[in-house]
T-cell receptor, first 114, second 112 residues
Framework: SAVISQKPSRDICQRGTSLTIQCQVDSQVTMMFWYRQQPGQSLTLIATANQGSEATYESGFVIDKFPISRPNLTFSTLTVSNMSPEDSSIYLC???????????FGSGTRLTVV | GENVEQHPSTLSVQEGDSAVIKCTYSDSASNYFPWYKQELGKRPQLIIDIRSNVGEKKDQRIAVTLNKTAKHFSLHITETQPEDSAVYFCAASKEGRRALTFGSGTRLQVQP
């Protein structure tokens, strides 16, 4: 399966600022996804990152708050904009390879907004 | 959209006993059902998966069963060990072309 490098691993940010999280996959993948995981909770899908077109957002998540880029088949970014303490969470990227249904995860970004 | 329910939320077993975690899904078109293990502070790791064209799959001490008619699937861990302690998530996906929808998770504690 694909190996995903995600950074930063953690950050503490001031409210009102923005943070961009990056994910790099070691092979070309058709599908990339961004999830949020609150402490002790399950994974909630934020959006599907589409190569060459706008991301597809899930209910409750909007592009102005979570802009996503996917310039090629190995890289994607998620920006958390105008942050508030409620945005404190772990953000994970995920990718699905063409050769199987397997979904791999990045190591996560632990975000704390103060 | 897909909805996945998972039970129990916590499970405590003695070392050597078996553990069973159950999930149900709502979308009959879902055809891929993975199970992930997540240790504290780590990313989810795939431990086993099953596709809708089979009813059971086994990998050493871990097995998964799928009942498409009832839309439920289960994870079975035999001869549990303390290192099996973690949070386990089930998930479901349609045709392998969409994101996974996760269950709420089960915190498994194996007592030595």
């Amino acid at each position: 399966s694909a190996v995903i490098s995600q950074k930063p691993s953690r950050d503490i940010c001031q409210r009102g600022t923005s943070l961009t999280i990056q994910c790099q996959v070691d092979s070309q993948v058709t599908m990339m996804f961004w999830y949020r995981q609150q402490p002790g909770q399950s994974l909630t899908l934020i959006a599907t990152a589409n190569q060459g077109s706008e991301a597809t957002y899930e209910s409750g998540f909007v592009i102005d708050k979570f802009p996503i880029s996917r310039p090629n088949l190995t890289f994607s970014t998620l920006t958390v904009s105008n942050m508030s303490p409620e945005d404190s969470s772990i953000y994970l990227c995920s990718a699905r390879t063409d050769r199987s249904y397997g979904y791999t995860f990045g190591s996560g970004t632990r975000l704390t907004v103060v | 959209g897909e909805n996945v329910e998972q039970h129990p939320s916590t499970l405590s077993v003695q070392e050597g006993d078996s553990a069973v975690i159950k999930c149900t899904y709502s979308d009959s078109a879902s055809n891929y059902f993975p199970w992930y293990k997540q240790e504290l502070g780590k990313r989810p790791q795939l431990i086993i998966d099953i596709r809708s064209n089979v009813g059971e799959k086994k990998d050493q001490r871990i097995a998964v069963t799928l009942n498409k008619t009832a839309k439920h699937f289960s994870l079975h861990i035999t001869e549990t060990q303390p290192e099996d302690s973690a949070v386990y998530f089930c998930a479901a996906s349609k045709e392998g072309r969409r994101a996974l929808t996760f269950g709420s998770g089960t915190r498994l504690q194996v007592q030595p």
